[in-house]
């Protein structure tokens, strides 16, 4: 290299003193070897000289070869020594300065191959004016300059929006320099390039903010762009917090690739516009899993509303709800209901829409496949309303539920979303006037379950019936509808909200199985007892039917334990298990008490309710240890003879278990008819002789009867008289 | 009649009407307590009665005018059963007849048992301290059983033998007015009357008739009687024909 800086320098030297001894050549003598024939069209000038017929009609014809070719003198042909290099910044000193600076310069002390010259791009002796069609720097012919090194570039560019423009002539289409520069180009991280970060908004907004050319002749859909980028979270980004890594107009609409949106290779195509955003915002499904299921975005993309549905494309802010652009055009058709124009269909009551938990939902959340381009974005929109997109879990919920699966059936009984939840108006089950709140529940199901309704119609007789007004009358709905407790049971209380199941579905919150966990969702205390106790199927390992909290208490007339209607049924209730214990408890004492509200003992008095254990169980509450405390809670006094002597479920109708009871019977029984029996006869032997004697006594009456009164006893002193 | 039969829904409802099975039991056994207390004064009569007559137990109770079963009315039986057959004439009945003392036996038996066992019943913690446990389920039976005897027989065999038979309908009133006319007397208990005509006594208890006030709240008091009775009644067959268990 630095051999090669001393030929350079002995070069000049020679070259210096050439001139000092010599006569420079005048242009008609350099002709004399250089004219050159005409190339069409005429090459970057490699070797030089090529364009050198060019050079008459150039800006520089008037000038003489020797004005840039200094120091070539009569020796220059003789010696074939190298020329000096044409410094064009003698005259053009502006612009060398600026490209001294500029990428296409080499670093100082840095080879220059490689390094465009001023010539790679103007051309050297065909040097026109830009709009001259001869010039390499013609917009037509824009291809000859950039595009000698940057190809790839301007590949990319001949198929975007400036590029296509650029070949139609459109005057308005941006040139490379337009964006770059044209001698000062920097490199991108400079904060001084017009490519780096900082300065794109500026750059592009050159033409694109409002009132610019572009903004101002071309039809684009988007208004105020640069004014709303930077309004928005990335241009505050950029310009207040200088994040240079934020999203500028190229990161969304690359650089040189720039196309509509309508274009399906655009970036910003709604089909593209996610993996664009997804550049920078990886995660995002991680973000939106809560209000969209992430699943779908890369599953079912059609499903889910893209970014822009919800984020305005330059407009993204932080708080997006407040200034839904895409309401508004949505609105102005669709909210006419209430302005009181011309009825239209699909009218949205944006009242009630504002009162709603959607107030601050857009309407191309729910309504996707909306297309903003067009006039009637609504056009594009195929697919129902799908509550999914946000609502996931509920809606897999009623998929598996009954009312789901009847709606995948096509049952025109079937519920779906919208007839329980108001579709624009709905509104939190939090909410005293929505038909999801605790008091409206009944109601809300009632509509369909009351008897006489269609779900009650599709019930076989013995399933149960008139359940809206057993639960009206059970202590649940007592305490929602008369006391106005909203934390009471309601409907969906036990049988869930989206995903009822009938009671035969192992799944289900009311299947028999899962009824204590459901019911101890309230009642957990009294769950834990039952957990311990003998019905309960973690104790007891039986291929039996064990009770759960229904069997007693009922599924929707459930009454306090006080109450008679209750009293009477548990008995029954157990009797449908314990038959024989039933029976003989209703032959005792306790059991022909045991009808109304009274005292008398009923199953649970001895047996307790929940916490049923086996006598043999020391915790039972008829354990030997704890017969007498169970019989003393009514029987003051109680002892172990006493309790444990009594029988409580004895019959007289079994002679081995309680011969007693039954010989005390059958010899009761035998008085009892051996008596009616002898004198039911006698009685009637008599009556025959009684109408005689009848007969008799009334002729002796009308004859001689003595008719005086004989005193046979005193009532008040109770002595008979006696012979 | 309402716990034993208190699977009945009239028994239930009567049951209500007293106030709920627990006020009824107050009830009976009020009532429980006033028949033993008439017991006990009926046997104190029968013994202060002993006292002033001079007489020893055996001649209290073998004598004339003891309501003590014997030979006679064993006779007498015979002798009514061949007369209801016309087999023979009417017999000659004494002061009582022999089915008289049987309604006697029948309450007086009645009201130990019922009262003994309900006793049992009433305080079932301190008969246990005696006896075993099983007694008072014993006891239920025959309290039970026996009191529906006693209201079977009162208000069906008694009412028939007493009130009810064509010569006696539709009520013997002696039982509120003590009186009896001469010649039904005479009628009905012939060796009664003779006893009586010999012994001087029949013309010593010559009374005037008895008042028409006695006479109304006799009536009004058989006739509820009656009506309770043979609702009992009623309700006891339908209970037994269409209920039992």
Not at chain 2, 16 to 42: N, Q, T
Not at chain 2, 151 to 165: C, E, P
């Amino acid at each position: 290299m630095r051999i090669w800086w001393t030929c350079l320098a002995l070069g000049i030297l020679l070259g210096a003193s050439s001139w000092a001894t010599g006569e420079e050549l005048t242009s008609a003598q350099c002709l004399e070897c250089h004219a050159v024939e005409a190339v069409t069209p005429p090459r970057i000038p490699s070797p030089p000289g090529e364009d050198l017929f060019l050079l008459p009609e150039s800006v520089h014809g008037g000038l003489e070869c020797s004005d840039c070719h200094g120091g070539v003198t009569e020796e220059h042909p003789l010696e074939k020594a190298a020329l000096p290099r044409v410094d064009c910044g003698q005259c053009h000193a502006d612009e060398a300065e600026l490209l001294a600076r500029s990428v296409h310069h080499p670093p100082v002390g840095a080879a220059t191959e490689g390094y465009p010259q001023c010539y790679s791009c103007h051309g050297a002796h065909g040097v026109f004016k830009q709009d001259d069609a001869r010039s390499y720097l013609f917009t037509a012919a824009w291809d000859r300059a950039c595009s000698q090194c940057h190809e790839k570039e301007e590949a990319v560019y001949r198929e975007s929006l400036h590029g296509t423009a650029m070949v139609k002539g459109d005057p308005l289409a941006p040139h490379c320099w337009d964006c770059h520069g044209s001698h000062g180009i920097l490199p991108p991280e400079n904060p001084g390039s017009r490519s780096n970060p900082i300065n794109v908004p500026e750059m592009c907004g050159a033409c694109h903010a409002e009132n610019a050319p572009v903004a101002a002749a071309r039809n684009i859909a988007q208004h105020d762009i640069l004014q709303h980028y930077e309004e928005s979270i990335h241009g505050e980004g950029l310009k207040r917090k200088g994040l240079t890594v934020t999203a500028v107009c190229s990161s969304c609409h690359t650089a040189h690739h720039v196309l509509p949106h309508t274009d399906a290779r655009s970036t910003i195509h709604r089909d593209n516009v996610v993996k664009t955003c997804m550049q920078c915002h990886t995660l995002i499904e991680e973000v939106h899993r809560k209000v969209v299921e992430g699943r779908l975005w890369e599953e079912e993309p059609n499903k889910v509303p893209v970014c822009i549905d919800c984020h305005q494309p330059h407009a993204a802010r932080k708080v997006y709800y407040d200034e839904g652009v895409s309401d508004k055009d949505c609105m102005a058709c669709h909210g006419h209901a209430v302005t009181g124009a011309t009825r239209v269909l699909a009218a949205v009551d944006t009242i009630e829409l504002a009162s709603s938990t959607h107030a601050r939902t857009r309407c191309a959340q729910c309504h996707t496949g909306a297309q903003p381009s067009l006039h009637r974005p609504c056009e594009t929109i195929a697919a129902k309303v799908d509550c999914s997109i946000c609502h996931a879990a509920m809606v897999n919920d009623y998929r598996r539920g009954v009312h789901g699966q009847l709606a995948a059936r096509g049952d025109p009984d079937a519920p779906e979303c919208l007839d329980c939840h108001r579709g624009h108006g709905t509104q939190s089950k939090r909410d005293p006037a929505s038909p999801t709140f605790p008091r409206n529940v009944p109601t809300l199901c009632g509509a369909c379950h009351r008897e006489g309704e269609r779900a009650a119609r599709r019930l076989p007789p013995e399933r149960q019936h008139e359940i809206v007004a057993h639960y009206s009358m059970s202590i649940h709905g007592k305490g929602l509808l008369q006391s106005g407790l909203v934390v009471t049971a309601m409907c969906s209380d036990c049988h869930t909200a989206h995903r009822e199941l009938p009671r035969t579905d192992p799944e289900s919150t009311v299947h028999p199985d899962n009824v204590p966990a459901t019911c101890g969702r309230c009642h957990h205390g009294i769950q834990e007892v039952f957990e311990t106790s003998i019905h309960s199927a973690s104790v007891s390992q039986t291929e039996r039917k064990l009770p759960v909290c229904s069997d007693c208490h009922s599924a929707h007339s459930i009454v306090r334990t006080a109450e008679e209607q209750f009293v009477e049924s548990v008995i029954g209730a157990c009797g449908d298990c314990h038959r024989e214990e039933a029976e003989t408890y209703r032959d005792t004492y306790h059991g022909k008490t045991a009808y109304g509200p009274g005292k008398a003992a009923k199953c649970y008095d001895c047996h307790g309710a929940h916490d049923i254990l086996p006598p043999s169980d020391p915790h039972s509450r008829l354990s030997r240890q704890n017969i007498v405390a169970t019989c003393a809670q009514c029987h003051r006094g109680a002892h172990l003879r006493f309790a444990a002597g009594y029988l409580t479920h004895a019959t007289h109708h079994d002679p081995k278990k309680y011969p007693a009871l039954f010989f005390t019977f059958w010899a009761m029984t035998a008085l009892l008819v051996g008596t009616f029996a002898f004198f039911g006869l006698h009685t009637l032997a008599w009556l025959p002789v009684s109408f005689r004697e009848l007969r008799h006594r009334k002729r002796l009456v009308e004859t001689t009867g003595d008719q005086r009164m004989f005193r046979r006893f005193d009532p008040r002193r109770g002595n008979c008289i006696s012979s | 009649m309402a716990l034993k039969f208190s699977y009945m829904p009239w028994a239930q409802k009567l049951a209500g009407i007293l106030g709920g099975f627990e006020s009824a039991g107050s009830l009976h056994r009020f009532c429980a307590v006033v028949m033993v207390v008439v017991f006990v004064i009926h046997l104190g009569m029968i013994v202060s009665r002993k006292r002033q007559g001079g007489r020893s137990w055996r001649e209290v109770l073998s004598g004339t005018g003891s309501l003590v079963p014997n030979m006679n009315d064993a006779r007498e039986l015979w002798a009514t059963l061949l007369w209801f057959l016309r087999r023979g004439p009417r017999p000659n009945y004494g002061q009582w007849t022999y089915w008289e003392k049987f309604d006697y036996f029948a309450v007086f038996w009645g009201v130990a048992i019922i009262g003994s066992t309900g006793l049992m019943l009433w305080f079932p913690e301190h008969f246990t301290r005696i006896f075993p446990g099983w007694l008072i389920n014993v006891a239920t039976i025959i309290h039970s059983d026996e009191a529906l005897l006693a209201v079977g027989f009162i208000f069906t065999i008694h009412f028939f033998n007493t009130h009810f038979r064509p010569d006696k309908f539709p009520m013997d009133m002696a039982m509120f007015t003590g009186r009896v006319a001469v010649e039904e007397l005479k009628e009905d208990r012939p060796r009664y009357y003779e006893e009586l005509a010999a012994s001087g006594e029949l013309e010593k208890n010559i009374v005037p008739p008895a008042p028409r006030e006695m006479h109304f709240w006799g009536a009004v008091f058989g006739a509820i009687a009656l009506v309770v009775g043979f609702s009992l009644v009623g309700l006891i067959i339908y209970s037994m024909v269409f209920g039992y268990r």
